[in-house]
């Protein structure tokens, strides 16, 4: 798809929730020595994160972001005309959760629901195919839903994940209204790196058996089974350095805007010291970039939204424009530049 457009269609919205329960990144010392932890936490920026307790799903936490928002703006139900429920942690394998959710929230029988499963570039991906759906005649509103639980997917035990995934889920809505001024997506993906990012059995490729549930250890101490998460983190690193500066580069080109003109910079919240050092081979001025991550952690595709929710809440966004970047799973990566002006953002919401 490349680089795309749209006109007169907005973000009117944004809420976010995240679980109550907090886990210390300093907790870790059955796989770390405190001096390991420090060290990761400085890198990383990570100090804690968000776990989901064992019957709460990323449905539940987008459900909650949704009504919010729904309330907030009194909204009438019947007038979304989609809704899209992006996750990598969807309640069931079969079938989507977002009917479900059309069902749960009271939304009219004639929305269109339907799935998406992305990762950390998720809500580059969405909002895209939100602005999308509204660009369509008879298209006045799309509610967007991010939603992750990867606590439930990733080993405690694994030294390579186990300090940096949250749970967290958000809503978005979308309207098609002339008040929105020009926005600009860049969106690309590159599965020939699939592999260095994934959960390696429990799917139709590798079925679930009772071989791929054991727990393994493997060369670097990790302890996990192959239906939990695994990540090379210097493969997803040189991905990131490879593709993210040309993408910004060539977004801002597309949009006929230079790089002083963005207000503010969120990238998808992997670490710090790798989106730091994004910004600097940008040449973005680190003040530019946002961060949330200290508190909730890589929480995937939801890490944009949830960082807007609660680092921009108390701030002005009169005429400020957004660049957003997301890139990680798949392997994928998108960046946008839109505004949010006029748009409501809800009070961080805690279950």
Same mark, same amino acid.
């Given at each position: 798809?490349?680089?795309?457009?749209?006109?007169?269609?907005?973000?009117?919205?944004?809420?976010?929730?995240?679980?109550?329960?907090?886990?210390?990144?300093? &907790?870790?010392?059955?796989?770390?020595?405190?001096?390991?932890?420090?060290?990761?936490?400085?890198?990383?920026?990570?100090?804690?994160?968000?776990?989901?307790?064992?019957?709460?799903?990323?449905?539940?936490?987008?459900?909650?972001?949704?009504?919010?928002?729904?309330?907030?703006?009194?909204?009438?139900?019947?007038?979304?005309?989609?809704?899209?429920?992006?996750?990598?942690?969807?309640?069931?394998?079969?079938?989507?959760?977002?009917?479900?959710?059309?069902?749960?929230?009271?939304?009219?029988?004639?929305?269109?629901?339907?799935?998406?499963?992305?990762?950390?570039?998720?809500?580059?991906?969405?909002?895209?195919?939100?602005?999308?759906?509204?660009?369509?005649?008879?298209?006045?509103?799309?509610?967007?839903?991010?939603?992750?639980?990867?606590?439930?997917?990733? !080993?405690?035990?694994?030294?390579?994940?186990? *300090?940096?995934?949250?749970?967290?889920?958000?809503?978005?809505?979308?309207?098609?209204?002339?008040?929105?001024?020009?926005?600009?997506?860049?969106?690309?993906?590159?599965?020939?790196?699939?592999?260095?990012?994934?959960?390696?059995?429990?799917?139709?490729?590798?079925?679930?058996?009772?071989?791929?549930?054991? &727990?393994?250890?493997?060369?670097?101490?990790?302890?996990?089974?192959?239906?939990?998460?695994?990540?090379?983190?210097?493969?997803?690193?040189?991905?990131?350095?490879?593709?993210?500066?040309?993408?910004?580069?060539?977004? &801002?080109?597309?949009?006929?805007?230079?790089?002083?003109?963005?207000?503010?910079?969120?990238?998808?919240?992997?670490?710090?010291?790798?989106?730091?050092?994004?910004?600097?081979?940008?040449?973005?001025? *680190?003040?530019?970039?946002?961060?949330?991550?200290?508190?909730?952690?890589?929480?995937?595709?939801?890490?944009?939204?949830?960082?807007?929710?609660?680092? &921009?809440?108390?701030?002005?966004?009169?005429?400020?424009?957004?660049?957003?970047?997301?890139?990680?799973?798949?392997? !994928?990566?998108?960046?946008?530049?839109?505004?949010?002006?006029?748009?409501?953002?809800?009070?961080?919401?805690?279950?």
């Amino acid at each position: 798809m490349g680089l795309i457009s749209f006109q007169d269609i907005g973000i009117s919205g944004i809420s976010a929730t995240v679980p109550k329960n907090v886990i210390s990144n300093r &907790l870790f010392t059955n796989i770390f020595t405190e001096k390991e932890i420090e060290n990761a936490i400085s890198t990383t920026g990570i100090k804690e994160r968000r776990f989901v307790d064992v019957d709460t799903c990323s449905s539940d936490l987008c459900y909650e972001s949704a009504n919010t928002l729904i309330n907030e703006l009194a909204v009438d139900r019947n007038s979304i005309d989609v809704l899209i429920f992006l996750s990598q942690t969807p309640d069931y394998h079969q079938p989507a959760t977002a009917p479900d959710l059309q069902n749960r929230l009271g939304l009219s029988k004639k929305t269109a629901s339907f799935d998406i499963n992305m990762a950390c570039s998720g809500y580059i991906y969405g909002l895209s195919t939100a602005f999308a759906y509204c660009n369509i005649p008879g298209v006045n509103r799309v509610l967007l839903l991010i939603g992750e639980t990867l606590s439930k997917v990733t !080993s405690l035990e694994d030294r390579a994940t186990c *300090l940096l995934f949250g749970d967290a889920g958000s809503a978005t809505l979308i309207e098609k209204d002339k008040k929105y001024s020009a926005s600009y997506f860049s969106i690309n993906s590159d599965g020939s790196g699939g592999s260095v990012l994934r959960i390696p059995a429990g799917g139709y490729r590798i079925p679930s058996s009772g071989e791929t549930v054991m &727990l393994k250890t493997h060369a670097d101490g990790s302890i996990r089974s192959d239906e939990q998460l695994f990540m090379d983190g210097m493969e997803v690193f040189n991905f990131t350095m490879n593709v993210v500066p040309n993408d910004l580069k060539n977004l &801002l080109t597309y949009a006929e805007m230079k790089q002083e003109e963005i207000d503010y910079l969120i990238f998808h919240q992997a670490n710090k010291y790798m989106t730091d050092y994004l910004a600097k081979k940008s040449a973005f001025p *680190l003040e530019k970039v946002l961060y949330s991550l200290q508190d909730f952690g890589n929480t995937s595709s939801v890490s944009i939204p949830l960082t807007i929710v609660s680092q &921009l809440k108390s701030l002005s966004l009169s005429n400020k424009r957004m660049m957003f970047s997301g890139f990680g799973g798949g392997l !994928s990566w998108g960046s946008a530049i839109l505004n949010l002006n006029n748009c409501h953002i809800s009070m961080l919401k805690e279950i």
